[in-house]
């Protein structure tokens, strides 16, 4: 998973993003997945997640990362098209949302989502882009879109204090996986040049 420069970025030594985006380049399935599971674990409860991009990006399979990072085994969570709410049991509770099938507003209105919008439940809504006025203005935006059959970009933005505070968790998080699958390289590598002495 690699981080990439977008407009508004600020320089980094790592090229990273600017305080309220981020911006990555997903090589593969499980690099969403992980992606996922990072922003899984980094969630401190009552987040609103909106998911972004076209038919087949990614959406539902980055929501089964978040739910691996909360503990939901990850085989339980489907995309929510016929049953427009899933609800998932793990650290803290995850609502999932799909809003592709609905129409109108009314019929938007009428699945009742502000009731979920309580307390610590996290709520993750793909097509959040179809009705944004039913969701909370403080929410993390993630925008999936195709580079080819199996590349992803990601880019998340934070629109709030709430979604600034997980984007900056989420942050630390990736920067910490990212020292720790060094240290193990590097730990490999120098165990392989022991081996070859010997
Ligand atoms: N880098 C990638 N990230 C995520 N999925 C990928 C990636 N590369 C290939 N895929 C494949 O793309 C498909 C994504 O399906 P998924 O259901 O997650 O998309 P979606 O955005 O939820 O679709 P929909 O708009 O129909 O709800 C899966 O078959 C997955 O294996
Ligand atoms: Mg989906």
Redesign the pocket.
């Known amino acids: 998973m690699l981080n990439c420069p977008g407009n508004d970025q600020v320089s980094q030594s790592r090229g990273v993003s600017s305080a309220g985006a981020l911006n990555l380049v ?4 499980s ?2 997945e992980a992606l996922g599971k990072t922003i899984g674990g980094a969630l401190a409860g009552g987040e609103i997640l909106a998911l972004i ?10 929501i089964r990362g978040i739910a691996a990072g909360l503990g939901v085994p990850s085989d339980t969570v489907s ?1 929510p ?1 016929f049953v427009l709410i899933h609800e998932y049991r793990g650290r803290l509770p995850l609502i999932h949302v ?1 809003l ?1 099938r609905l129409r109108t507003g009314a019929e938007a209105q009428s699945i009742g989502l502000e009731d979920y919008l309580i307390g610590r439940t996290i709520t993750a809504v ?2 959040a882009d179809r009705f944004p006025a039913l969701l909370p203005e403080d929410r993390l935006e993630v925008r ?1 879109s195709h580079r080819n ?4 970009r990601a880019r998340l933005v934070a629109h709030g204090p709430q979604s600034h505070a997980l984007l900056t968790r989420i942050k630390l998080a990736r920067g910490a996986n990212r020292r720790q699958s060094t240290a193990l390289r590097q730990t490999n590598r120098s165990g392989r040049r022991k081996a070859r002495r010997r």
């Open positions: 997903l090589a593969s399935r690099d969403t991009g076209d038919l087949g990006v990614g959406k539902t399979t980055l995309s098209t799909d592709y793909e097509w999936l059959l199996t590349m992803r």
